[in-house]
């Protein structure tokens, strides 16, 4: 195919024709994303929040405001804690963009790689200044590479300060938080600031806090590793959906371990193999549905039987039906002997 026909439709935003050609090559697809979102939305007067943005964009919220700090240095949007407000682009602005870029880019580079952060809109040169000439942050800086056990690139002494001047996390909440990646083998800085971010959207901004979080953090792995090793799953971690079953079985409906292991084995004998969502129903038919009966269960595609609410296809419905038929064989089966 050598055309492709482009139709318009009644319902419909407008984009800038000098936006489209001044940085449709140049500029990265996630920044793109994020103009495209406030433009849908800048005439509806919407009340909405970084998180939002981020959710509904599927980029990461660190990404959503670096994109914001790139087009308000491109002069095509203002941005501040309170409102977003869209500019009329005109010729001259790509020539501000281009002479007044972020960060220190070596002459041809892109304007910002599609994995850069909040950071990005810091100079190097200005945070390295700003901590070595203050004692505290210095120090603070000094044990994070202990702990890290790395010296510090200019690149992570960005990522570490936003923390302290965006996010306004207090020094002893950010030596929890390297404290909990070094224990769980997570050192890659751009890992260690997405956990930042989900500190700060979660409120978890006192050491009082971060050290509960880690408390309950440290259990559930712990919880994890326990059953991933009864469960005798091997070369692999338990997935994020095997942990909320876990987690469900034992906070939500107080499940024993005998209970789950007794689960555990009606699965493999059934199924070949572990299944969680017939676990999960084997664990609620056990429980008599007392405990559970006001949850939903976590997989709405469980069909339920009548045999003691086990979840059932025609496979495991032919398993019984053979394991029924072998029984009945072994005492002598059939409706004769039934009778008898």
């Not at 002069?75 to 500019?87: D, F, K, P, Q, W």
């Not at 994070?144 to 923390?163: M, P, R």
Request: contains cysteine; hydrophobic residues 35%.
């Amino acid at each position: 195919m050598d055309t492709i026909k482009i139709n318009s439709s009644t319902d419909m935003f407008g984009i800038s024709t000098a936006f489209v050609d001044k940085y449709i090559k140049d500029a990265n697809a996630s920044y793109i994303k994020v103009y495209l979102y406030i433009a849908r939305h800048s005439h509806s007067g919407t009340e909405m929040s970084l998180k939002k943005i981020s959710d509904d964009t599927g980029l990461l919220k660190s990404d959503v405001v670096s994109a914001l700090k790139f087009w308000q240095e491109c002069g095509v949007l203002s941005y501040n804690e309170t409102s977003i407000n869209l500019h009329t682009i005109t010729a001259d602005i790509k020539e501000k963009s281009v002479q007044k870029p972020l960060d220190e880019p070596k002459e041809n580079a892109p304007l910002l790689s599609p994995n850069t952060s909040v950071a990005s809109s810091y100079r190097a040169a200005s945070v390295i200044k700003t901590v070595s000439s203050d004692e505290k942050l210095a120090h603070l800086f000094a044990i994070i590479s202990q702990l890290i056990n790395k010296s510090l690139s200019s690149n992570d002494y960005k990522i570490i300060y936003s923390f302290i001047d965006y996010l306004k996390l207090p020094e002893q909440v950010i030596i929890v938080l390297f404290e909990y990646c070094v224990s769980i083998s997570q050192t890659n800085m751009r890992y260690i600031e997405k956990i930042a971010y989900s500190w700060a959207d979660e409120g978890i901004n006192t050491p009082e806090k971060a050290l509960s979080y880690v408390k309950k953090k440290s259990k559930e792995q712990s919880t994890f590793s326990k059953y991933k090793k009864k469960f005798k799953i091997r070369g692999r971690d338990l997935t994020t959906t095997e942990e909320k079953y876990l987690l469900t079985w034992l906070n939500e409906y107080k499940a024993d371990e005998d209970l789950i292991m007794l689960a555990f084995d009606k699965a493999v004998m059934n199924t070949g193999n572990i299944s969680f969502p017939y676990m999960d129903s084997v664990i609620r038919g056990e429980l008599g549905g007392e405990k559970t009966k006001k949850d939903k269960p976590l997989s709405s595609n469980i069909k339920k039987s009548t045999f003691r609410n086990y979840p059932q296809d025609n496979t495991i419905g032919e398993i019984e039906k053979q394991m029924i038929e072998k029984m009945m064989s072994r005492y002598g089966g059939g409706d004769d002997a039934i009778n008898k």
